[in-house]
């Protein structure tokens, strides 16, 4: 059984936003607060009832906005903090809650600690950071390259885990634990009501082992910052990168005082040989990997993370699905496959719209800093086309292209005389939401009832789950029971199929192809969701 705290969050439906790409209020082609406030109404109608805005603190944007140089104020280009103040009264007023993106491993070299820290070796930030005199051991940074950098000033290296104006801080220092700790009742004084918490797992690095995270002091560093009365309340879902069932327990037993949740990446195989490399792949693997971790969240009453997509990685139907021919089915098809399982749901922005995967030409029309990091290592053997297909199908840009809402020029992201920060999707006067809105087949419409059958239905949020297709069927079966009440959902997957069921079902409340038996014949794709009559 989830704790109480747990199973409130578990009713928590959270949509997730890239601040710079989602809206621009005032025309300079860069998203701000004023535009997510003026779009709070459009996440409201979806289903949603939290918002998780990615860091939208000062910052000189080298990893647009993970790299933080003031954690207590807004970027210029996003607003102020009146801006910031705004937002969060006008989300408590419709009922919906604020996390926001805690980035504790990293500064930015632009951060007042970092500028003092390189001054030298006897000032109350020396310490912060990672300093050596020779490059003590092999570490690479995740963007490419070695994870040191030598600062002529201090005249050492210092720890870049990420790109190089990403400073490392390091946690062995107390006042750097403090810190945090300041910086997270900061904003919880403020109103925010969880956090995201940026590659956690990092902050204890592992110099004996040689492993750059899943250091020995992790737990304790994590129990200081939210295990504190002051923090009891808070969501708090952490990016991990252990697909370590245990580890998954450490972080998030209730008992531990941890995190709420952890994004597991497990998933993240689907479709793809690595970042860069795609892989003929079908919704079974999707399948297989929900099933797996469903049985890991109840065994150890664990709270489960529901995504698919995020910031950093591309839409999974134009990896598992048909975002073609099929992009309607796809996009309600494996929306539903994962958001009526057990868990608390992220959605990301454009997710409501079946926005596919983008594309472009030109290396030059790349901004994320990891792609054109690996650009610059792909093997020299490969043709300028083959490394350009790699960043195509890799690069993060393709989730930081401005949110379509309608078919105009700049998509109606910002005016159509400006140039937007980074180029319109390429397939945005295609697919867009005013385009959705008008089609028979809104993916939007079929998220908002999916969401909205979710949150009137305690089985979907308490209920337990069970698979009742065979993990040979090309489709996908399950059940979410409880007291006397059950349901079952049918995804089916690539090809025609005929799905017969053990119960009866009333006919499906929901469909993406408007069926009237939840069984018999579904078309590629296809799903629905019933009531059990009997069981
Ligand atoms: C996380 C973020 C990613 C960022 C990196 C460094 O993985 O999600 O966007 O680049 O951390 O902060
Ligand atoms: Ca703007």
């Not at 939210?226 to 069932?245: I, S």
Request: proline letters at 4%; hydrophobic letters at 35%.
């Amino acid at each position: 059984m989830l704790c109480d705290k747990y199973r409130e969050f578990g009713k928590w439906i959270i949509y997730q936003i890239y601040p710079r790409s989602f809206m621009d209020a005032n025309g300079d082609g860069i998203g701000d607060l004023q535009g997510i406030i003026s779009r709070l109404d459009h996440i409201r109608e979806l289903g949603c009832n939290a918002v998780w805005l990615c860091p939208c603190f000062k910052s000189p944007n080298e990893d647009n906005g993970y790299d933080i140089a003031d954690y207590r104020d807004i970027m210029d280009e996003f607003g102020t903090m009146e801006d910031m103040d705004e937002l969060i009264e006008a989300l408590h007023s419709r009922g919906m809650k604020l996390i926001l993106d805690l980035v504790p491993n990293h500064t930015s070299t632009d951060h007042r600690w970092f500028r003092e820290s390189r001054k030298g070796r006897d000032n109350p930030y020396s310490d912060y950071y990672y300093w050596y005199d020779e490059i003590p051991n092999d570490w690479k940074s995740c963007f490419g390259g070695s994870a040191w950098q030598y600062d002529e000033q201090r005249g050492q290296y210092y720890l870049h885990s990420f790109a190089v104006g990403q400073a490392d801080l390091n946690w062995e220092n107390p006042a750097v634990v403090k810190e945090m700790q300041d910086i997270v009742d900061f904003w919880a004084a403020k109103g925010c009501d969880g956090f995201r918490v940026d590659v956690i797992d990092c902050i204890s690095k592992n110099f004996e082992t040689g492993e750059n995270g899943l250091g020995p002091r992790l737990h304790e560093y994590i129990r200081a910052l939210f295990g504190r009365r002051e923090a009891a309340h808070l969501f708090t879902v952490g990016e991990g990168h252990t697909n370590d069932p245990e580890d998954f327990v450490l972080h998030c037993a209730a008992e531990r005082g941890e995190l709420s949740t952890l994004f597991i990446f497990d998933h993240m195989e689907c479709g793809r040989k690595d970042k860069f490399t795609p892989k003929a792949d079908s919704l079974a693997s999707l399948r297989d990997y929900l099933v797996k971790w469903q049985g890991i969240s109840a065994d150890n009453d664990l709270l489960y993370s529901l995504f698919t997509d995020n910031h950093d990685q591309p839409q999974m139907i134009s990896r598992i699905g048909n975002d073609r021919g099929l992009r309607y089915e796809s996009a309600t098809d494996i929306a539903m496959m994962v958001y009526l399982l057990k868990g608390v749901p992220f959605i990301y922005q454009g997710q409501e719209i079946g926005m596919p995967a983008s594309y472009t030409s030109s290396i030059a029309d790349f901004d994320d800093v990891e792609c054109l990091g690996v650009y610059r290592e792909m093997d020299k053997s490969l043709s300028e086309e083959e490394k350009l297909e790699k960043v195509n199908f890799g690069s993060r840009d393709n989730v930081r292209h401005p949110m379509a809402w309608d078919g105009s020029a700049n998509n109606g992201f910002t005016g159509d005389a400006v140039k937007p920060w980074l180029a319109p999707h390429a397939r945005g006067a295609e697919v867009n939401l005013a385009a959705d809105l008008a089609s028979d087949r809104s993916v939007f419409r079929f998220y908002r009832d999916l969401l909205a059958l979710r949150s009137a239905e305690d089985a979907f949020t308490d209920g337990d789950f069970e698979v009742i297709s065979k993990p040979e069927d090309p489709y996908f079966v399950f059940t979410r029971t409880l007291g006397g009440e059950s349901w079952a959902v049918v995804c089916n997957f690539e090809e025609d199929q005929e799905i017969r069921l053990p119960f009866e079902c009333e006919s499906p409340r929901l469909s993406n192809l408007g069926r009237g038996e939840i069984e018999g014949k579904y078309m590629p794709y296809e799903c629905a969701a019933a009531k059990l009559i009997s069981f």
